[in-house]
């Protein structure tokens, strides 16, 4: 119990004014009496090879979260012109069963067009046509034909 209140009085008077326990900070030779120089040199070295990697690390961090982001604005763009095409396949589908249909009724109307002029023709030709008087030869004429 006495190595206990020793401990509490020993982090009692290492606070500082912030109420904060050990803020004086040792350095790595310092915190570690048994080793010598060269073991102190090699975890130096160790130090700031593991900043460096942290720091590439940060930045292939930075680089991948930018990638992703491009990629993720990508996707976002294939979505929608995605969602256009179905639109634009569907009213392309609309279109060519319009031109379809018009295409027929065109065609329906053409034919009918052609036995009407057929019909007539035919109907003209055995139409017993009056006589003409042509003015100018003062003739009588049985054909329109013979008028021109």
Request: aromatic share 2%.
């Amino acid at each position: 119990m006495s190595t206990q209140r020793i401990n509490k009085k020993e982090a009692k008077g290492n606070r500082n004014d912030d109420g904060k326990v050990g803020s004086k900070q040792l350095t790595l030779a310092e915190a570690t009496p048994g080793k010598s120089m060269a073991d102190v040199n090699a975890e130096s070295e160790m130090l700031t090879e593991l900043k460096k990697f942290r720091k590439e690390n940060m930045d292939s961090f930075c680089d991948l979260k930018s990638s992703l982001n491009r990629l993720e604005n990508t996707m976002e763009e294939l979505k929608q012109r995605t969602e256009e095409n179905i639109q634009h396949e569907k009213v392309l589908s609309y279109l060519l069963h319009r031109e379809a249909s018009l295409a027929s009724k065109c065609d329906d109307m053409e034919n009918r067009l052609r036995l009407l002029a057929f019909q007539l023709r035919k109907a003209q030709a055995n139409r017993s046509v009056a006589k003409i008087l042509n003015p100018s030869s003062k003739k009588v004429v049985s054909h329109p034909k013979d008028v021109a």
